[in-house]
């Protein structure tokens, strides 16, 4: 059992977890939450743990009946819908506002949770908005997006919002620890993940992971002495490794941070110390901002689609120009 006042079992994604644990302790608890994050930062577990606290009798014991028919999404007074295809339709939206104006099976409470809010059609948004505006009693929304600007206002209003942030790198290490991964890999992907632990746990189970982030390290120090064919086939490489999802320009830029950290006595935070001397040694000073620079326009010509290995050739050749022009 939870002591009184304590964070429901499984709301630890920490940060938003007080602000629910404080509605519910106070007997707060409004018809309708947002849950706004990137994908990969907990917000679905803890929308099912937000439901098993409003489900079970204790707040959220985390040993009941209750809480693990919550957990599993098989409660029968929790729907869970998620969009159907591209988009969240009419039909889910009324099945969701019919499923809350039912009397509630075993729990005093009826709770649908709806992912990728920013996907309803304007029909289903608006059916669902006339159900936030009278809500049945018991009934709790909670809709997840990736950011308020994504949920139609009128909706957005009526909602609670609760927004999740990237983790401290400690934290997510922690997470991954606990999951089994080795130490050097969970505290690479924890530095490597933005603070995002769905994204640190996919590279830690993906096997090219570490050689991608390994690449990257070796790849900075050999830039600027590299020659044409060398760097031709760094820039597929670096194109192969972000079609996979990783992101090697957040961490070429976190690397390049590293070596500063190494200059000034700093801590690095993601390299060890021979890796981040080594890059520093490599990078002068003088070099530094070029290059973060060069990384800037990298990320913002693939927003823009241009295409990938040209965009990687043309960071390369800079790269190696900052750090000859440095040297
Ligand atoms: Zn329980």
Redesign the pocket.
């Known amino acids: 059992m939870t002591a009184p006042g304590a964070a429901p079992a499984g709301l630890a994604p920490r940060f938003a977890g007080r602000l629910l644990e404080r509605d519910l302790r106070r007997g707060l608890v409004a018809h309708g939450y947002a849950f706004y994050g990137e994908p990969g930062l907990g917000q679905e577990e803890a929308a099912a743990a937000w439901a ?1 606290a409003l489900l ?3 707040g ?5 009946r ?2 693990s028919m919550a957990a599993e999404r098989a409660h029968p007074d929790l729907l869970w819908v998620t969009p159907d295809g591209a988009s969240l339709r009419l039909a889910q939206a009324a099945e969701a506002c019919a499923f809350v104006a039912r009397r509630p099976f075993q729990a005093g409470r009826r709770v649908v949770v709806i992912e990728g809010a920013e996907r309803l059609t304007e029909e289903a948004g608006n059916r669902l908005l006339k159900e936030l505006e009278e809500p049945p009693a018991g009934a709790v929304f909670v809709l997840l997006a990736s950011r308020p600007e994504a949920v139609p206002a009128t909706i957005r209003s009526r909602l609670r919002p609760v927004v999740f942030r990237p983790w401290p790198a400690e934290a997510v290490r922690e997470a991954l620890r606990a999951e089994g991964v080795e130490e050097r890999a969970a505290r690479w992907a924890a530095a490597l993940s933005g603070g995002n632990p769905g994204r640190a746990r996919t590279y830690a189970r993906d096997p090219e992971w570490r050689a991608a982030a390994e690449g990257v390290l070796e790849l900075l120090p050999r830039v600027a002495a590299a020659g044409p064919a060398e760097a031709a086939q760094w820039a597929a490489r670096l194109r192969d490794w972000q079609a996979r999802g990783f992101e090697v320009l957040e961490w070429m830029d976190l690397a390049l941070r590293d070596a500063l950290a190494a200059r000034t006595g700093g801590r690095p935070r993601w390299c060890d110390e021979a890796a981040a001397a080594a890059l520093a040694a490599a990078l002068p000073p003088s070099a530094h901002e070029t290059a973060r620079r060069a990384l800037w326009e990298a990320r913002a010509a693939l927003q823009a689609n241009v295409n990938p290995l040209l965009t990687f050739e043309v960071l390369l050749i800079r790269l190696a120009r900052a750090g000859r022009v440095g040297a």
């Not at 959220?60 to 009941?64: D, E, L, M, P, T």
């Open positions: 098993a079970c009798g204790a959220g014991c985390g040993a009941c209750d809480c």
